[in-house]
């Protein structure tokens, strides 16, 4: 234990630096986990509106070839 003129007597050993170091790299790891998973989900997101884009213009086409057909024909 140390203690300075004035200042409240506290613990200081490597034993607790090194608690405290996992202490933070744990909360790191748990943030970094975190905000992995919420890029995942809007990859997720931005992937069903690629694919809705695709699909709408997929329809267009087979939209406008339908009419093509129908107008070419009497």
Known sequence: MAEGPGYPPFECAPGLQLAAHERVAA????HLCRRLDQIEEMMERLEKRLWLTVYGVVAVILAQAFQSVLVATP
């Open 27 to 30: 909360i790191q790891h748990e």
